[in-house]
């Protein structure tokens, strides 16, 4: 415990916090980082090993600092690491792990943070936590049953497991896809979506991506209505393993699960499929539990915000957490406009 009371306490050590931090050593504010993994990189520790990004280094850069040229066209999950890493150390942003941020109070207008490590105080706190961390998995009827193993693509790491295995993969979006173009390498597979997947044309990456996030977002700023129907933003990347997995023609969803036995699935047409695995790409919530005492939180995670600012606690922000506080800003190049704005709204809070 410290009598010391910070300007700003940033929670989370990723992309986001790192964003925000970059704009406030500009600043004459003394702030601190809290960190809850062992080392830098944020949640892309904990990604699955062929994991990569879907936009070349010069579209996948943080402010600042471009992300130097990578040996492959997207940064790989090491390559990625590697310049969140210094990048942190570039800018020598003060930086405090591992501390697991408890539960955060407010009294008098200073923020009382509860960590394993203690007690921390500010008068400001930006929440940059991201979701990796609250992975969710839908209630099909006999989930519980199955004797099988079940995980989240938050606890994939990497195919070789599941060799000579029936797998199942849930989830219709990028990581189901990615995840399924691996495991189906080494193992029989069958995709299970909601929806038939939608693909995006070959030629469109997260460059475009990036592209139409920033129009929509300066058409909405001006009150205009952003025309999103080219291309749907939560369509499925056409990056190469999942080109490869075209080739061998796997891409196919058997549809939605009906139920769960302990043996397998039975599909909505009422065949079962025995199976020795399922991998939930469904999603995430959002990382907001320590905020609990001074906040409303909803099933989600979510909170009421006005765009990055909580609208039930002045001196919260929200930072990187996609669409609800900023279209792309869950990306490493879209997070620095929101980060950016945050940390001018920060200084003026604290000045006022």
């Not at 830098?40 to 879907?54: A, R």
């Not at 490590?117 to 969710?136: D, H, M």
């Not at 199976?275 to 939180?297: E, K, R």
Request: hydrophobic share 35%.
């Amino acid at each position: 415990m410290t009598d010391k009371i910070y300007d700003v306490i940033l929670v989370g050590g990723g992309q986001s916090a790192l964003a925000c931090a970059f704009f406030l050593r500009r600043k004459e504010l003394e702030y601190i980082i809290l960190d809850d993994q062992d080392s830098c990189g944020g949640s892309w520790q904990q990604t699955w090993e062929t994991l990569s990004l879907f936009s070349p280094p010069e579209h996948s850069s943080l402010p600042g600092w471009k992300m130097p040229e990578t040996e492959d066209e997207f940064p790989t999950k090491e390559e990625t690491i590697d310049y969140l890493c210094k990048y942190e150390d570039r800018y020598g942003f003060p930086v405090k792990r591992p501390v697991k941020v408890k539960s955060i109070t407010k009294a008098d207008g200073v923020f009382k943070v509860e960590t394993s490590q203690g007690l921390f105080s500010a008068r400001a706190v930006i929440s940059a936590t991201g979701t990796y961390k609250r992975p969710f998995i839908p209630e099909v009827p006999g989930r519980n049953k199955f004797e099988g193993h079940q995980l989240h693509s938050a606890d994939f790491h990497a195919s070789e497991a599941f060799k000579n295995k029936k797998v199942i993969i849930v989830g219709e979006g990028n990581s189901g896809a990615q995840i399924l173009a691996e495991v189906s390498k080494v193992a029989q597979t069958f995709w299970s979506t909601r929806e038939e997947p939608q693909f995006l044309p070959d030629d469109v990456d997260g460059r475009v991506l990036f592209d139409m996030a920033t129009a929509k977002y300066y058409a909405e700023k001006k009150g205009e209505t952003y025309d999103s129907s080219k291309f749907n933003l939560g369509n499925i990347v056409m990056i190469p393993s999942v080109k490869e997995a075209r080739e061998r023609d796997v891409l196919h969803s058997r549809g939605q699960i009906q139920s769960i036995t302990e043996e397998g699935v039975v599909w909505e047409d009422g065949t079962h499929q025995e199976a020795d695995a399922i991998i939930w790409c469904t999603g995430f919530g959002y990382s907001t539990g320590f905020l609990n005492p001074l906040v409303s939180i909803g099933n989600t995670g979510k909170i009421p915000t006005d765009k990055t600012k909580a609208k039930e606690t002045d001196g919260l922000w929200l930072v990187g957490y996609g669409g609800w506080t900023g279209f792309a800003s869950a990306t490493l190049i879209g997070v620095g406009r929101y980060a950016r704005q945050t940390v001018k709204e920060v200084s003026d809070y604290l000045k006022a």
